[in-house]
């Protein structure tokens, strides 16, 4: 199917199909003959039953790009596994078209096995793996140039294909923004909101919070309830006297004045550390490398936090 028109009245709705929207639509005829609706529901019940024993499912937002958000992901996805071994964790990147995940966990040269169970996840420890469209390509330099029907078409199947098995945590890297990916995810997670949640991580100056603001906003139209804001990069850690200097000073009051003026949790900050950046080019175990770096007990803070949301005070 291609994408629907804007103020398209959706595949439930009794005008799908006969609305002035859906004038020229390629989906007219599938939506008036209550075909789409039928796929939908359909590949739904195929999603609910893959992440059937997936507990819970934390989207990682943005609405800036390059504010470190799938560094991020994998910092939390590492620390997650690090403080709870006896737990299950997972990691799918749905960025389609700028893949990082395989590259920052140390595992691009590998492959995604296929069996009569779906796709099989790529381990990176016996509790963590990832799953990406870079595992696809012949080539990392290869471009994918696609229009929005084919990216939700490769969600679709990052969600219905692979063998998730039982998961604690399915950590889900999206691009930034508010469009096809996004809608995709949350549209084929229906039937799977329960233990649902995201985080909106932002930097500190204004120009990042303008957009970021506008994810939180996203997110409540969606109803996907918020576990809280990070501020990335809240400051500079050097290498060599390990001294933190601001570089993005917050002039309007940085993620935690965003947090408090729109009734969201604020998780923390997270410093640039130069060090991080060079783990996850070499695909290297950030928190085995540097155990005492500023980043790493940032966090674990934040993880906890995200724990306490999914899971109470227990």
Request: hydrophobic share 35%.
């Amino acid at each position: 199917m291609e994408a629907p028109p804007e103020h398209c009245p959706g595949v439930e709705s009794q005008d799908a199909g006969k609305a002035s929207a859906c004038a020229g639509c390629p989906n007219q005829n599938l939506c008036s003959t209550g075909q789409a609706s039928a796929a939908k529901d359909a590949y739904l019940s195929v999603v609910t039953e893959r992440l059937r024993e997936v507990r819970h499912k934390l989207l990682v937002l943005s609405g800036k790009g390059g504010v470190g958000k799938s560094t991020l992901t994998y910092l939390l996805a590492r620390t997650m596994a690090h403080s709870r071994p006896e737990r299950n964790f997972s990691v799918l990147d749905i960025d389609i078209c700028g893949p990082s995940q395989p590259r920052v966990f140390g595992v691009a040269d590998e492959q995604v096995h296929q069996s009569g169970s779906g796709w099989s996840p790529v381990f990176v420890d016996e509790n963590l793996s990832v799953m990406s469209i870079g595992f696809l390509l012949g080539s990392p330099d290869d471009a994918i140039i696609w229009r929005g029907p084919k990216k939700n078409g490769m969600i679709k199947q990052f969600l219905g294909d692979v063998d998730w098995g039982e998961l604690d945590y399915l950590v889900v890297d999206t691009p930034p923004g508010t469009s096809d990916e996004h809608l995709s995810a949350v549209s084929f997670l229906e039937n799977s909101r329960e233990g649902l949640a995201a985080i909106v991580v932002t930097t500190p100056q204004e120009v990042a919070l303008l957009d970021v603001r506008k994810e939180v906003n996203f997110c409540r139209k969606l109803k996907i309830p918020i576990a809280g804001v990070v501020e990335n990069m809240a400051g500079f850690i050097c290498p060599s006297c390990t001294k933190q200097s601001i570089i993005f000073p917050p002039t309007s009051g940085g993620a935690e004045k965003m947090a408090q003026d729109m009734g969201i949790p604020f998780l923390g900050r997270i410093p640039l550390d130069p060090t991080l950046a060079k783990c996850c080019d070499q695909g290297k175990d950030f928190l085995a490398e540097h155990p005492s770096s500023a980043a790493v007990k940032t966090a674990d803070e934040v993880t906890q936090k995200i724990f306490r949301h999914f899971e109470g005070s227990s």
